[in-house]
């Protein structure tokens, strides 16, 4: 069995560009099989849930077809290949050993049929006589030698990325392929993803794998995260009392309708009505994130809404989520008496 070696921080925080050497470290030992090939995680929470369920490179290798653009034929960037070329991105930028096996959430299977089973009843198919693709595709992997502690939550640096065969035209001639890629944080006390707009592109297009590791680097590098980090713990210092939040909760719900003139001149709100009520449930039942006595904190706030965001679908769930962060510094914002968010708690 090959063992792996993960550096364990002295302090807090590593910042990206600290070279390897230098890193002051403790090396453990941790059994793992070969790279990448994983077991669905169980015991642990979701970074997303909607209608997903956890898969593991394994079976996306060998019990899953590619889909190919029909009209040259030409394969299309596979699941397993994409997350392979982030999985390189960072140990490029992070070093070996340094990055945890992938977590793999998926959705909207495509089901087909060898063509000798083409006749079959469906109650005489056997599994080999099956296809199968999966749609939709999201995967993150954690950096746990680099975190930070917030509210008396651990944070571990996160990287991944969202495939969705729906935005791609599989009808045509073979084109630059489109995938979204982020590196963030995640929260371990819920699961929720803490990601900024500076650490997500939203639309990487690429021709091969090549393209795509070498495009993962250059976000991984270019990341500000000793800003996000400092961005996610000034919410600590602002709070809403019962009456901001419920006059805050009325704002979002009204947001969904208002006339498309008004709502240009508003900062955008991705979450949608059913999270939003998903968000007052949580303010008094969420058993991390729940109000106080008297008020309650805008960093509770914001993983109310990235908790909330859970049920989204994949494709739409990364936009939400730098929505989420978005939304919770501009309130803060407005509460210091800026007027570009002011509508939410006016």
Not at 36 to 52: D, V
Not at 241 to 267: D, M, T, V
Not at 336 to 342: E, I, K, L, T, V
Request: hydrophobic share 35%; charged share 25%; aromatic share 10%.
């Amino acid at each position: 069995m090959e063992t792996l070696h993960l550096r364990q921080a002295e302090h807090p925080v590593l910042p990206l560009n600290t070279p390897q050497e230098e890193t002051p470290s403790i090396f453990l030992p941790v059994p793992v099989n070969t790279a990448l090939q994983t077991r669905p995680r169980t015991g642990t929470l979701p970074f997303i849930e909607a209608n997903t369920k956890e898969v593991d490179i394994r079976h996306l290798r060998q019990d899953c077809i590619i889909p190919v653009f029909s009209k040259d034929n030409e394969v299309t960037i596979s699941h397993q290949s994409f997350i392979a070329s982030v999985y390189d991105a960072a140990e490029q930028v992070f070093g070996k050993g340094s990055v945890s096996d992938p977590s793999i959430r998926v959705s909207h299977v495509v089901k087909g049929r060898i063509p000798e089973a083409m006749h079959k009843p469906v109650k005489d198919l056997l599994e080999s006589d099956k296809t199968i693709y999966y749609e939709r595709m999201m995967f993150a992997m954690e950096i746990p030698s680099i975190a930070t502690d917030i509210a008396g939550n651990r944070l571990n640096l996160t990287v991944g990325g969202v495939r969705a065969y729906n935005h791609e035209n599989l009808y045509s001639r073979k084109t630059a392929e489109k995938f979204k890629l982020f590196i963030g944080f995640k929260n371990l006390v819920c699961c929720n993803l803490c990601v900024s707009t500076d650490g997500y592109k939203a639309c990487l297009k690429a021709m091969d794998t090549g393209m795509l590791t070498t495009s993962s680097e250059e976000l991984f590098r270019s990341y500000a995260m000793e800003s996000h980090i400092e961005q996610m713990m000034a919410l600590q210092d602002y709070s809403l009392n019962e009456s901001q939040f419920a006059q805050f909760i009325g704002r979002c719900r009204l947001y969904q309708f208002l006339p498309s003139e008004e709502r240009k001149a508003i900062p955008a709100l991705e979450l949608t009505d059913t999270q939003i009520t998903a968000v007052a449930k949580s303010y008094y039942e969420d058993k991390n994130f729940k109000r106080g006595e008297r008020e309650i904190s805008m960093w509770k706030v914001f993983n109310l809404f990235t908790g909330a965001n859970k049920s989204s679908y994949i494709d739409n769930f990364l936009d939400r989520s730098v929505n989420a962060g978005d939304l919770a510094s501009g309130i803060c914002a407005a509460l210091r008496g800026d007027s570009r968010y002011s509508w939410f708690i006016s």
